[in-house]
């Protein structure tokens, strides 16, 4: 259940990430002053939801079979939820009908619409393939082979001239979550050494206060999802939340009530569509770039985003659940898992078809 407030707590900060890029607050703020430590300090720790995300998926996923219901479960929460606001922003008059335009809506996962959906689809993809190498080798091997990643991938740009043959483009493609699959799995796999979790959290904080320092003292040497304080944060505060436990059954519901719709947020509040309205139309954000109020602004903001995406992605679920639990739903899948080329490779670990 603490993996799972961790899913939501990294949704906030996804979207304080966006509230403030796209928002155009980072741009605005003048360097120097209370407001511009203020923001990118925010930035900072908000970094660690990007990496965070994928640790839990990979923490979980090394420990599971392929599924080929859940990928065509994730294509369709993408597809549907571009297309629908596409088409609800055309039939507004705030968006154009073109053919281009409805091509990407409704094939959001091979136009990019969403570089993390394709770049998280491409991912599930081939962890079972991931898999292979985590269950084959051993302790040292996976040593190894995370040294070897965190070094090539993670280390190179901070200590030496950056080179396009070790980019991972910042962290924004499918590499970059292949490395931190690697390393889910090894905590999943080997990390059990007894620290009080309260050291993570604090390792955690600290990682992301020293990237906050450089910034605002004019360095960005290290304020990417690839760098190495930015990683080491995500995979602290990773491990204090799997150390943590909750007991309260109340909070519980609540959590396992929002955390299920933590992906769908993320899909509504960064469509691009709903981006050219939200903080322009909606949020005027522009109003509070010099203003002594975003110190309570931003997060009421972000709040008031996760929670009115939230419950329309709940809306979306809802709509679709009649069709997802038919039978005609269940043969298409079974039909896709059956599929010559398929075989093979849409199996559990019995062999049977996933």
Same mark, same amino acid.
């Given at each position: 259940?603490? +993996?799972?407030?961790?899913? +939501?707590?990294?949704?906030?900060?996804?979207?304080?990430?966006?509230?403030?890029?796209?928002?155009?607050?980072?741009?605005?703020?003048?360097?120097?002053?209370?407001?511009?430590?203020?923001?990118?300090?925010?930035?900072?720790?908000?970094?660690?939801?990007?990496?965070?995300?994928?640790?839990?998926?990979?923490?979980?996923? !090394?420990?599971?079979?392929?599924?080929?219901?859940?990928?065509?479960?994730?294509?369709? $929460? +993408?597809?549907?939820?571009?297309?629908?606001?596409?088409?609800?922003?055309?039939? !507004?008059?705030?968006?154009?009908?073109?053919?281009? $335009?409805?091509?990407?809506?409704?094939?959001?996962?091979?136009?990019?619409?969403?570089?993390?959906?394709?770049?998280?689809?491409?991912?599930?993809?081939?962890?079972?393939?991931?898999?292979?190498?985590?269950?084959?080798?051993?302790?040292?091997?996976?040593?190894?082979?995370?040294?070897?990643?965190?070094?090539?991938?993670?280390?190179?740009?901070?200590?030496?001239?950056?080179?396009?043959?070790?980019?991972?483009?910042?962290?924004?493609?499918?590499?970059?979550?292949?490395?931190?699959?690697?390393?889910?799995?090894?905590?999943?796999?080997?990390?059990?050494?007894?620290?009080?979790?309260?050291?993570?959290?604090?390792?955690?904080?600290?990682?992301?206060?020293?990237? %906050?320092?450089?910034?605002?003292?004019?360095?960005?040497?290290?304020?990417?999802?690839?760098?190495?304080? /930015?990683?080491?944060? %995500? /995979?602290?505060?990773?491990?204090?939340?799997?150390?943590?436990?909750?007991?309260?059954?109340?909070?519980?519901?609540?959590?396992?009530?929002?955390?299920?719709?933590?992906?769908?947020?993320?899909?509504?509040?960064?469509?691009?569509?709903?981006?050219?309205?939200?903080?322009?139309?909606?949020?005027?954000?522009?109003?509070?770039?010099?203003?002594?109020?975003?110190?309570?602004?931003?997060?009421?903001?972000?709040?008031?985003?996760?929670?009115?995406?939230?419950?329309?992605?709940?809306?979306?679920?809802?709509?679709?659940?009649?069709?997802?639990?038919?039978?005609?739903?269940?043969?298409?899948?079974?039909? /896709?898992?059956?599929?010559?080329?398929? $075989?093979?490779?849409? $199996?559990?670990?019995?062999?049977? !078809?996933?």
């Amino acid at each position: 259940m603490s +993996i799972e407030l961790l899913r +939501i707590l990294l949704m906030l900060m996804i979207v304080t990430l966006h509230y403030l890029g796209h928002g155009g607050m980072l741009d605005a703020v003048s360097p120097g002053g209370g407001r511009y430590v203020f923001v990118w300090t925010l930035e900072t720790f908000s970094y660690i939801g990007v990496n965070g995300f994928i640790l839990i998926s990979g923490y979980y996923l !090394a420990g599971s079979a392929f599924k080929m219901k859940k990928l065509i479960g994730l294509i369709i $929460q +993408i597809v549907s939820t571009s297309a629908a606001i596409y088409l609800i922003f055309v039939a !507004a008059g705030l968006a154009p009908f073109t053919k281009g $335009q409805l091509f990407g809506a409704f094939f959001p996962v091979i136009t990019g619409k969403y570089w993390f959906a394709t770049s998280y689809i491409a991912l599930y993809c081939l962890f079972p393939f991931l898999n292979m190498v985590v269950k084959t080798a051993t302790k040292q091997q996976m040593q190894i082979l995370v040294f070897l990643l965190s070094a090539m991938f993670c280390s190179w740009n901070a200590f030496f001239p950056p080179l396009t043959i070790m980019s991972t483009n910042g962290g924004y493609n499918v590499v970059w979550m292949v490395c931190l699959y690697f390393f889910a799995a090894y905590l999943r796999l080997y990390w059990d050494h007894q620290v009080n979790k309260f050291l993570y959290l604090a390792g955690a904080v600290l990682c992301c206060v020293f990237v %906050a320092w450089k910034k605002c003292t004019g360095s960005d040497a290290f304020l990417s999802y690839v760098s190495v304080p /930015i990683t080491l944060a %995500a /995979i602290l505060l990773f491990l204090f939340f799997r150390e943590a436990s909750i007991t309260n059954r109340a909070v519980g519901k609540v959590i396992s009530f929002v955390s299920p719709l933590t992906f769908g947020v993320y899909l509504i509040s960064d469509n691009t569509w709903v981006r050219r309205i939200l903080y322009t139309n909606i949020l005027h954000t522009s109003l509070y770039f010099e203003s002594s109020k975003i110190v309570y602004m931003i997060p009421a903001s972000v709040l008031g985003i996760f929670v009115v995406s939230m419950l329309l992605e709940q809306v979306r679920k809802l709509l679709l659940q009649p069709f997802l639990e038919s039978a005609a739903y269940q043969k298409f899948c079974d039909w /896709i898992s059956g599929l010559k080329f398929l $075989q093979g490779y849409a $199996q559990n670990d019995n062999g049977r !078809a996933a």
